[in-house]
């Protein structure tokens, strides 16, 4: 490997891994006055090399962390600044502003900005040194939190019709289950993960699931996967509770889920949805549907969630990607964490609203519908 006297790595947001920057600083320790620069802007990544080394030289510049041989120069708004609105806190993250650049040029990368989640991301990254939650956000965190609430009583529900979306994990993802009212355009979601690895998964995924499971936010069964019978009982609680008509489902470990749900007498019409960009064939629900129609009562102000700090994370995390024909699809690929309990919410969203203007007359399908503990 390399034995750098000096070193000049650039860009570290752009990093897919440790890699490059560790190997540099291996190759230093032969060297009596080794020298490593790192220059970079934010990032959206907060699982990266990039925020890793940026909260480490916050805490070294604020002092709560001693390090003698790091130094760390940061240019960052302080809490509250919004330049979207206010150009005077500008020149807090570029203080070159006047020298290398105008405000001239600031002033247009905003204007292009405002209204476009994606241009609004990179402009906040690039020319403003903020971190995001997402490279191409799917939507703004301030119209999510809008819609948010946390007095819910969804015991009033009880009589009215109400559609499900389940989105069932391997090891390691979160096993989620939607469930929304369309008449009164209220949505809830919950949440299982492994319980042995909750710990683990929570240094990984830097978010409190211990603190979410504490709160009653989350659920964790024991074991290293998820145990799909408590999945099952809980659908068979909410199945008695309310008019629970159809849950849409994703197609994965659905056949493990089947003969827990027939345990334990549950009745409710199981509906396939499809996932990317083609539509499932038996019921017609496709995923940029169930997308337009969740972003609808989300953009309209209709839409009432129960508020779920879990949920607003995996909606923090959603991005979008986009075919040639302007189908729209979330991807778990490119989004930065979570997201299952989204898909789970826009596909019972989709089982609700959807399948009449996709495939018409409901009754030529449910003569014939998928069904368990028949």
């Known amino acids: 490997g390399p034995r750098p006297h000096c070193a000049l790595i650039d860009e570290i947001h752009e990093h897919k891994s440790h890699q490059v920057v560790e190997m540099m600083r291996a190759g ?3 060297r009596q006055q080794a020298l490593i620069f790192m220059i970079t802007n934010s990032g959206h990544n907060k699982t ?3 925020y890793d080394y940026h909260e480490y030289g916050r805490k070294v510049a604020e002092g709560s962390m001693e390090d003698e041989s790091f130094f760390a120069f940061i240019c960052s708004l302080d809490e509250g600044d919004d330049p979207f609105k206010e150009n005077g806190c500008w020149k807090k993250a570029n203080p070159s502003l006047g020298h290398t650049f105008s405000d001239r040029y600031l002033q247009e990368q905003v204007t292009q900005a405002r209204g476009m989640p994606a241009k609004e991301s990179l402009v906040r990254r690039l020319n403003f040194c903020q971190w995001v939650d997402a490279e191409n956000p799917w939507i703004n965190s301030d119209r999510w939190m809008a819609c948010e609430e946390t007095s819910l009583d969804l015991g009033a529900l009880a009589n009215s019709p109400c559609y499900g979306g389940l989105d069932l994990s391997g090891k390691q993802d979160l096993t989620a289950l939607a469930l929304y009212w369309p008449e009164e355009k209220v949505a809830y979601v919950e949440f299982w993960t492994p319980k042995d690895t909750l710990l683990e998964r929570a240094r990984v995924d ?3 699931y211990d603190a979410w499971l504490r709160e009653g936010y989350l659920n964790a069964p024991p074991g290293n996967a998820i145990n799909l019978g408590f999945v099952a009982q809980r659908i068979a ?11 849409a489902y994703d197609a994965y470990h659905m056949d493990y889920l089947r003969p827990e749900l027939e345990n334990e007498g549950v ?7 499809g996932q990317g960009f083609g539509k499932s064939k038996q019921s017609g629900l496709w995923m940029p549907r169930s997308i337009e129609l969740f972003e609808q009562r989300l953009l309209g102000g209709e839409l009432r969630i129960d508020f779920n700090p879990c949920l607003r994370w995996n909606a923090a995390n959603t991005v979008i990607e986009e075919d040639k024909n302007g189908n729209r699809v979330f991807s778990k690929r490119r989004s930065n964490g979570r997201i ?7 596909m019972a969203i989709g089982a609700a609203e959807g399948v009449e203007e996709e495939i018409g007359d409901l009754d030529g399908f449910l003569t014939n519908p998928i069904m368990v503990g028949l």
């Open 28 to 30: 230093t320790k032969g």
């Open 48 to 50: 990266s090399v990039c």
């Open 206 to 208: 830097r978010v409190p």
């Open 237 to 247: 609680e909410l199945s008695a509770r309310y008019t629970l008509n159809r849950i």
């Open 267 to 273: 009745n409710t019409v199981l509906t396939p949805h």
């Open 340 to 346: 299952d309990g989204v898909v789970a919410l826009a």
